[in-house]
């Protein structure tokens, strides 16, 4: 018998794209959407965060 394969966890990680698209509705730069995407998914590395500019 095959094993059995599921796309579950890409259609997680497509839900939570979506999810941030809608919260960060209006953002003007994609480096602000990135960072909250990153924040969103939870666990963000905050050593990085005196690295990025929002301007």
Same mark, same amino acid.
């Given at each position: 018998?095959?094993? #059995?394969? $599921? /796309?579950?966890?890409?259609?997680?990680? /497509?839900?939570?794209?979506? #999810?941030?698209? &809608?919260?960060? =509705?209006? =953002? #003007? *730069? =994609?480096? *602000?959407? &990135?960072? &909250?995407? +990153? +924040?969103?998914?939870? &666990?963000?590395?905050? $050593?990085?965060?005196?690295?990025? *500019? +929002?301007?």
């Amino acid at each position: 018998m095959a094993p #059995r394969v $599921s /796309n579950g966890p890409t259609e997680a990680m /497509n839900n939570l794209i979506k #999810r941030v698209k &809608r919260a960060a =509705f209006g =953002f #003007r *730069s =994609f480096r *602000s959407y &990135r960072v &909250r995407a +990153l +924040l969103y998914a939870g &666990r963000p590395d905050w $050593s990085l965060l005196g690295l990025i *500019s +929002l301007c």
